[in-house]
């Protein structure tokens, strides 16, 4: 029964457009109501009608230890006391920023911002203020937040609602955005060399979310690597799902890969609004008020997002065995959908990457967003309602990553592996 979840969508309809504050979360392509919650606790979400669900979405990510994680929320009520924004500097910022250089080795400098949004829009900036070139290459099915720049063949709600050219982009900040196929290394050289001394950066999610989960086959991240190298171009990791949730060091260190730029967001804020960019500090003292790049935020650094986020971290950087254990429940889950989904008629590919992973209902791998986009999505939206009705919360979308928390037990997974049977057979 979700009675008051359809009261309330009624409801947020006539004062918020969709009726959400994001649009992926309306369910508008899977169908059906929205569930709005009321509290979540570990590995479990609750609805307004008071159903448990165990949750594969983790806010999208941040939520890497479960919700209402008690050390992060005892930090927040004790941080609020003192005021919740200053607007001025803290030693709290310092401690953060010294906090994720002593984590992320390659990270010489950190501007903290408010979103995974703001922090790519600042970082494409500075590659091309540091350049003096304008042009830059994403991949398709990538997506770094609703900045201009990046809405073209974007991922996440982009691909979800299938909008082709958002209206509000104009051409002349479509025009510097150069786009190719995700693992295609030829398709990234071509560019290159038709657009020499042009293209300021590449920015790439290193193991991407926003089309479901694809990771980077071999050799892919090594040759962009070298092609940045090569043409002097900037190389920025969109690090927004995977810092801080494939490692300590992110997938930089999973992959063995320095890039000149890292994105951040989710985890880093612990589950508040915080996004952050650093890097090279050759790079970052061009960013005001050492250079001219300018960028600014009224909450940027705010203290209770810096004491979440600095609290999650901590736990992580003290408890390195966390990522060992999350990848291994996601890799148990792996192998109990895999188990059930494979006495089923019906093609599938899971792909997972550390505590990412994804199902797509294809009979071909799915290694780039043509790959994605040709599955049989309709299946999954079945699939999701029908996961749904049984207590799990998957994302609303073939085009997202689901997020594992270490919240969630063996016994939560088995739950989970059974009612996918359930579903199937539904
Ligand atoms: N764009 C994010 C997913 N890739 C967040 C969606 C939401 O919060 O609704």
Redesign the pocket.
């Known amino acids: 029964m979700i009675t008051k979840s359809k009261e309330l969508f009624e409801r947020a309809q006539r004062s918020i457009p969709g009726g ?1 504050n ?4 309306a369910f508008k392509s899977v169908g059906g109501t929205p569930l709005f919650m009321t509290h979540a606790k570990g590995a479990y979400m609750y609805d307004a009608d008071g159903n448990r669900y165990i949750d594969y979405i983790n806010s ?1 990510g941040p939520m890497i230890l479960g919700h209402a994680y008690e050390p992060v929320v005892k930090a927040i009520q004790e941080k609020a006391t003192q005021s919740t924004s200053f607007g001025a500097p803290t030693e709290l910022e310092i401690e953060m920023a010294e906090l994720i250089t002593s984590m992320v080795p390659n990270v010489d400098m950190i501007r903290m911002v408010s979103s995974g949004t703001e922090a790519c829009m600042s970082a494409l900036r500075l590659a091309r203020g540091y350049t003096g070139r304008n042009k830059f290459i994403k991949f398709e099915g990538c ?1 770094h937040g609703h900045a201009d720049a990046f809405l073209v063949k974007a991922g ?2 982009v691909a979800t609602f299938n909008i082709q050219t958002v209206p509000g982009v104009t051409a002349g900040v479509a025009n510097d955005t150069l786009t190719a196929p995700y693992n295609d290394l030829a398709a990234v050289q071509k560019l290159v060399d038709e657009n020499k001394n042009e293209i300021a950066a590449i920015i790439i999610e290193p193991v991407a ?2 089309m479901g989960c694809i990771p980077p086959v071999a050799g892919f991240m090594e040759g962009l690597r070298s092609i940045c190298d090569k043409e002097g171009i900037v190389f920025i990791f969109d690090e927004v799902m995977t810092g801080f949730r494939l490692a300590t060091g992110g997938a930089q260190e999973r992959l063995g890969i320095n890039a000149d730029l890292v994105t951040y967001g989710k985890v880093i804020g612990g589950g508040m609004p915080v996004g952050a960019f650093g890097g090279k500090k050759e790079i970052m003292q061009h960013i005001a008020p050492l250079g001219n790049v300018y960028q600014a935020g009224t909450l940027s650094g705010n203290p209770l997002a810096m004491i979440a986020g600095y609290t999650m971290l901590k736990t992580l950087k003290e408890n390195p065995a966390i990522y060992k254990d999350i990848d291994d429940k996601t890799e148990y889950l792996h192998k109990g959908l895999d188990k059930v989904l494979s006495a089923g008629n019906t093609p599938y590919i899971i792909n997972r990457f550390g505590s990412m992973i994804s199902v797509h209902f294809s009979d071909k791998p799915v290694t780039d967003f043509a790959c994605a986009a040709s599955a049989n999505n309709t299946l999954f939206n079945k699939f999701f309602h029908a996961m749904l009705n049984n207590g799990v919360y998957l994302p609303p979308s073939a085009f ?1 990553t689901w997020f594992i928390s270490n919240a969630l037990s063996y016994a939560d997974i088995d739950e989970t592996i059974e009612k996918t049977a359930k579903a199937l057979n539904s």
């Open positions: 959400v994001s649009p992926v979360r999208w997506y996440s709600g979310g926003n997202e």
